[in-house]
């Protein structure tokens, strides 16, 4: 990392800091070879998505549109090296910035001297060096990379460098992966939109005017241009989720304290009322599994002590729902806000083919006050009342960006505690988690993400969805129907999944979520994926993963897109 980079703390204005931020990451893109074409405003469509098959060449279009299991076999078997790979999906990366706003930075140097290696391994031992050879991973950029900077979001913060990769980089890294580039993030981290002021906007690639959610908007963006086949998010109301989503592809939260966190960086550091979980995200439902064992079988629990000591359990997995029927839960409505018409009706679809499957029970889930459980988890966000978040922001003396305002100033449950109020709300927690847990008759719940597909930018206010996992720490997978929001399929009012005529919202999120659809209908989010979640019960995630792909198959739909 240059030493001469520019700081508040030298004396320059946030604007300054910033437009450095963006050259640097100008800089390194500027490295590819051959050049990517520039693009103007008037050559990006709304809908980007076809545009790399435009720009790329036949060669990279036939690595990166691949599947990742595709990439990992001819990667081990020495049929496509490592330095080929890894350039390819640099260029890829690249052109999606230009798309989408998605990228802080390419790690060329690094990426290709790793890349290097890798090939010089296997062309020697005739074998790879681990289960990820030399497939590259995308990085959230609050995931620490040694000698990179560490920013968090906040302005004032560039300058802080990384010593070391983060614990869970240096499980991959021995698994044989490859770090190419990083990714954007929102002020504060705690959006489910991705808006800063060192980078500004990251856009989703399917429709610019609607948000790839957050706080990992950048890897979301980025996995659907496919510009990375596998990165890493995390998620502490549903931060994974929420962009896996918006962007169609597949995002898996754990149970918190499974997977390291040591190395990434945020305000509030060391609070535990409410603990972020980091995970993988991928264009492959395999490829959650390949991740999350390939960090596991590292057994980093014994090197960040915090950690559960709990291996891969793929066998007991698999004996799961050996000689019976995975019982579903079904919750199309959280009983807060109502989902918009095409998530409804992409729901209906899937659980259609569920009941019609010998493998699956499906059973309606009431949803148990979850209007409360969001009052829980908002009041343990910001425990010291938001101080550490604005002082952060107040270092440069940068905006609050819209959100960030919202979930600071505008959120009602934002408090200082002290300790004995803390103590009160940790105790309310806890006996929200046990009243849940006595009504979990399931294997797994399967419900939407978001009360809409992607939303228009700056108006993601409903975390509820998402957020609710987060508190009961349950572990969580997006995934895609590969349906998209549709004028033919959503814009009829008349339709059985359509808003009731005369609807009376329920309170204030439902109305704001009301509003948003009658404002802009069907065709204001014409063609956002329409994804799905399933949630499965605390610690039990490899179950979790195995009752996704026997849903997946019983609903007719591909692990990989």
Not at 3 to 10: E, F, L, P, Y
Not at 195 to 219: C, D, F, H, I, K
Not at 396 to 405: A, C, F, K, N, V
Request: net charge negative.
């Amino acid at each position: 990392m240059s030493t001469d980079i520019v700081t508040i703390a030298g004396g320059a204005t946030w604007q300054e800091v910033a437009a450095d931020r963006q050259r640097h990451r100008d800089a390194t893109i500027a490295q590819l070879e051959p050049p990517l074409p520039e693009l103007s405003a008037s050559e990006i469509p709304l809908n980007t998505i076809a545009l790399p098959k435009k720009i790329l060449s036949e060669g990279e279009l036939t690595i990166t549109d691949t599947t990742l299991e595709n990439l990992i076999e001819k990667l081990a078997s020495g049929h496509w090296t490592s330095t080929a790979v890894i350039k390819v999906f640099m260029r890829r990366a690249g052109l999606a910035q230009k798309l989408t706003n998605c990228v802080t930075e390419l790690l060329p140097e690094r990426a290709l001297k790793r890349a290097e290696e890798l090939d010089a391994y296997i062309a020697t031992n005739k074998k790879p060096v681990g289960p990820l050879h030399g497939v590259p991973i995308s990085v959230k950029e609050h995931v620490g990379i040694a000698d990179c900077d560490l920013n968090a979001g906040f302005v004032g913060w560039v300058g802080t460098v990384a010593k070391e990769d983060s614990h869970i980089l240096q499980c991959l890294w021995d698994a044989g992966a490859v770090l190419y580039v990083r990714t954007t993030q929102p002020q504060t981290l705690m959006q489910i939109e991705t808006s800063s002021n060192l980078y500004g906007t990251t856009v989703n690639p399917y429709n610019t005017s609607l948000t790839p959610g957050g706080s990992s908007g950048g890897e979301g963006a980025l996995l659907g241009l496919r510009g990375s086949l596998l990165g890493i998010g995390t998620d502490i109301g549903g931060s994974i989720r929420s962009p896996a989503a918006n962007n169609g592809v597949f995002g898996f939260k754990p149970t918190s304290l499974r997977l390291p966190v040591r190395g990434w960086t945020a305000t509030m550091a060391g609070a535990e009322h409410v603990i972020a979980a980091i995970g993988p995200m991928s264009t492959s439902l395999a490829g959650l599994k390949l991740f999350t064992q390939a960090v596991l079988d590292r057994e980093p629990w014994l090197r960040e002590p915090t950690l559960i000591p709990i291996p891969w359990r793929e066998e007991e997995a698999r004996r799961a729902y050996e000689g019976r029927r995975v019982r579903v839960g079904v919750m199309v409505d959280d009983g807060v806000v109502m989902p918009h018409p095409p998530v409804k009706r992409a729901m209906a679809g899937v659980v259609e083919k569920l009941r019609k499957s010998p493998n699956v029970e499906v059973v309606e889930w009431k949803p148990w006050d979850h209007d409360r459980a969001w009052s829980i988890i908002a009041s343990l966000y910001f425990c010291d009342g938001g101080a550490d978040e604005l002082a952060a922001i107040n270092t440069s003396g940068e905006p609050l960006r819209p959100l960030s305002h919202w979930i600071l100033k505008e959120n009602p449950h934002v408090r200082r505690h002290t300790i004995e109020s803390l103590w009160a709300a940790n105790l309310e927690r806890d006996a929200y988690r046990t009243g849940y847990a006595e009504r979990w008759d399931i294997d797994v719940l399967l419900c939407p993400v978001g009360p809409g597909a992607a939303p228009k930018l700056e108006t993601s206010r409903y975390w509820g969805y998402t957020a609710q996992w987060n508190l009961l720490d349950y572990p969580a997978v997006v995934f895609p129907t590969r349906d998209c929001v549709s004028v033919d399929k959503d814009g009829d009012e008349g339709s059985e999944h359509a808003y009731p005529l005369g609807y009376s919202p329920r309170g204030e999120s439902d109305k704001y979520n009301y509003e948003l659809w009658r404002e802009h209908g069907a065709e204001g989010y014409k063609d956002a994926p329409i994804s799905l979640q399933l949630v499965g019960g605390r610690y039990q995630d490899e179950k979790l993963l195995r009752a996704l792909e026997i849903l997946m198959d019983a609903a007719e739909l591909p692990r990989s897109i």
